[in-house]
């Protein structure tokens, strides 16, 4: 099928450009006070526009202690002064939609912050009140009720459980400021609709749902088997292990999504939403885009994948195959806000960035849609960050290092801090930027036709030019160290060995890095018709 006679809805090939509000581009108040927001986004969706992607998904700019950075909101229906106003907002969408570009919203809806008036007013009440029936509150065990309900562990570590001045105790599966919602409470659906309506109303194309496997927890609340360690196994590349965990995908969440779904089919313009569920297989990811539920799942499996080709094949195939039942199409990502940058998880360096820009054209060319990560077409690194400047939760409660070094602010221009992102000449955004990102500015990429910017806008055009609207089935193999993917009439091959491969004849359409002597070097990747 051409592009012209597409019949898909947007977000079905879409690519994605995630933008972490915080560290984007600050704006506001002139010249900026370190920290991204609202109107910084604005000022530059002409260089997303430019970059070539479909849509941008911002992480949460509601109210918020910033516990989270915005993960704990205490107001879903407000703006945070820190990130601008409404008026922002709509001014926001209305921009983007001019240049063609939709916008997908953050959607916290396992917990809220610890400053939501409804958890104040838990706190306020008694045990036992409809107040505290909105939240996981539970007394405890052993003596006194001293002991946590039950073993479960915080993502962001220590116990789930924190104890209150009359001795119950409330579940937080991330931060304590973070009080997860009790979903069998109706009361918890018609507020999370109203929300949805609320965005919805104001123009917003789709949701991104933050944990979105986590809103049921299994009814008994009985003690986790502790998990095993992953193995891989013999058919396998990829390690597995399933683990016992009564507080993730319980079937029950499903109802949550099949509701959803109906709100927003009852909007006009494909309006959308995005799970991240960190399931534990593909095939349990795939039941969250059933036809009657949400309309995308992150495929975190693509980003977990060691450097191999096997393994790459492995997960094309199989997360393929996982959502053609549901009638939907795969997502891949390699980076987001919450994990190590991927040159730096394949090695770092001029490796990690070649490997980078390979799986990342590789990624290009599969089927679905694509999420990229704001800065890693810039080939940012993960950043060392400084003790004293982190500022992650799980920092302050397990004492490593956290997501802060995927988390700094975007160097735009010049050559020193804040590289153009904002904020006092000579001063350093919320966190703190390298002295050597010089070369890796936007200004300093877009003069340079051999920089992984000007990569990445290549591979956009080629994306739209090759594969727009390519129905056809996809098949990954191996071939020696080489991944191979069928699509369009085009090979996509990536070499993950550490010799050259033979090219296949053809066209080169593009490729990651140079092809010297016409065979494929280790760690680069070209698509051939
Ligand atoms: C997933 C988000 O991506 C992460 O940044 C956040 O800390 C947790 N959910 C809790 O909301």
Known sequence: MSGAERSHPWWYDAVVYQVYVRSFADAMPAPGDGIGDLPGITSRLPYLRELGVDALWITPFYTSPQKDHGYDVADYTDVDPLFGTLDDIDRLLETAHGLGLRVIVDLVPNHTSDQHAWFRAALAAAPGSKERARYIFRPGRGKDGAEPPNNWDSIFGGPAWTRVPDGEWYLHLFDTSQPDLDWRNPEVGDMFEGVLRFWLDRGVDGFRVDVAHGLYKE???????????????????????????????????????????????????????????????????????????????????????????????????????????????????????????????????????????????????????????????????????????????SWFRTGKPGRDGCRVPLPWSGDAPPYGFGGPAGTQPWIPQPADWAPLTVAAQDADPDSTLAFYKRALTARREVFAGADEETVAHVDGDVLVVRRAGVSVVLNAGTYPAALPEGEVLISSGPLPGGVLPPDTAAWIR
């Open 219 to 393: 009814a008994s609340l009985r003690d986790q088997v502790r998990p095993k360690k992953a193995k891989k196994s013999a058919e396998s590349m990829v390690e597995r292990v399933l683990n016992d965990e009564p507080m993730w995908d319980q079937p029950e969440v499903h109802d949550v999504y099949r509701r959803w779904r109906e709100v927003l089919d009852s909007y006009p313009g494909d309006r959308m939403a995005v799970a991240e569920a960190w399931t534990q297989t593909a095939a349990s990811m795939a039941m969250f885009i059933r036809p009657d539920e949400l309309h995308q799942a992150f495929n975190f499996g693509w980003l977990g994948t060691p450097w191999s080709a096997e393994a790459f094949a492995e997960v094309v195939n199989d997360s393929i195959a996982a959502v053609a039942a549901a009638a939907s199409a795969p997502t891949w990502v390699l980076s987001n806000h919450d994990v190590e940058r991927h040159p730096t998880r394949y090695g770092g360096g001029p490796v990690g960035l070649a490997r980078g820009r390979a799986a990342t054209l590789a990624m290009l060319a599969l089927p679905g849609s694509a999420y990229l990560y704001q800065g890693e077409e810039l080939g940012l690194e993960q950043v060392d960050v400084p003790p004293e400047a982190r500022q992650d939760p």
